[in-house]
């Protein structure tokens, strides 16, 4: 999707940007590529630096409730040094590393709701403009879709996605923000989860597996203050085919829950400490309701998904 703007900072006849993403989802820890076009105006112009930014719609916890925002998560320039004459046209390829912690925001095509975005920041003979601002697709690691499609093999269901500000304590988490994946619990686990939340925390050295969950009365797992808050897994990237995800998955399940019964039945109550800090807040970016089926989202009606990632970021573009 490409958004043409005229440089607003630089008046009438100044020169405009489009930014043109692959098509393709890109992967977290891989590369992204694509190309800045840039269309002269009605004068010489110096193009002193072409910055992309990658943005996130992030909820956030305050005093009066819950908010949503933008959070810029990295910034990168991919070109700048020239001139760009009157009405002359000119492309910029570039190829950037995203962080391994960058969300996704589908699986097998079909959209979680999670709204990221590429802003394109020109300075341009000493003024700068925010230009262009483009819908991001991120696929998942081969690790993150197995693990998912362990889940649904077992019957959990999808039930929303979002990006929540804060920080999980004792991971090595380096964005501001989490991405979690919140499931309805298949049958065999109704009666003790009320809904079961997935964090993956990915890194060159591997993937980190955050299960949290929702007890049936009982108030969150996480907020029990003890060692059973947070399900922690630490997998490689490498041998993905080789393991019986199923299995292991449905094992990381079962722990977790026999772990609060453990400590439940030890005398443990209702303490704070989610076990991740800083605001954050449960409601989805935008619901959609579906099931992990057989591996896949099967049937998944993403009701309030935008599909103009200009209207997902209202007032983004009037910054400034």
Do not use: C
Not at 72 to 96: M, N, T
Not at 109 to 136: F, I, N, P
């Amino acid at each position: 999707m490409v958004f043409k703007r005229l440089l607003g900072s630089l008046g009438v006849g100044a020169p405009t940007v489009d930014t043109v993403l692959e098509p393709e989802a890109a992967l977290p820890g891989g590369t992204l590529r694509g190309e800045v076009r840039l269309k002269g105006g009605n004068a010489d112009y110096d193009v002193e630096q072409i910055t992309l930014e990658l943005v996130a719609r992030v909820e956030a916890e305050h005093e009066d409730g819950e908010a949503e925002g933008t959070v810029a998560f990295d910034r990168v320039s991919v070109g700048g040094g020239f001139r760009l004459a009157e009405g002359a046209e000119q492309s910029v390829p570039f190829a950037i590393t995203l962080p391994w912690e960058t969300p996704m925001t589908e699986l097998h095509g079909q959209s979680l709701g999670v709204v990221l975005g590429v802003r394109t920041e020109l300075e341009v003979s000493g003024a700068k403009d925010k230009g262009d601002l483009d819908a991001l697709a991120v696929a998942p690691l081969p690790a993150q879709e197995a693990v998912l499609e362990a889940l649904g093999q077992l019957g959990f269901g999808f039930s929303s996605a979002d990006l929540e500000l804060g920080h999980i304590h004792g991971t090595g988490q380096r964005l501001p923000f989490y991405q979690e994946i919140e499931l309805s619990p298949a049958p065999q686990y109704a009666g003790a989860l009320n809904e079961l939340e997935v964090t993956f925390l990915a890194s060159p050295a591997g993937l980190e597996v955050i299960l949290e969950a929702d007890k049936r009365g009982s108030g969150l797992f996480g907020q029990s203050g003890g060692g059973d808050a947070l399900n922690r897994h630490i997998v490689p990237h490498e041998g993905v085919e080789q393991r019986d995800w199923t299995a292991e998955v449905d094992a990381w399940v079962r722990a977790l829950v026999d772990a609060r019964a453990s400590y439940a039945a030890h005398g443990g109550g209702h303490h704070g400490g989610h076990g991740r800090s800083g605001p954050g807040m449960g409601a989805a970016v935008a619901a959609g309701a579906a099931g992990l089926a057989v591996g896949v989202v099967g049937g998944m009606v993403a009701a309030e998904v935008v599909d103009e990632i200009g209207d997902a970021f209202e007032g983004e573009e009037d910054e400034g």
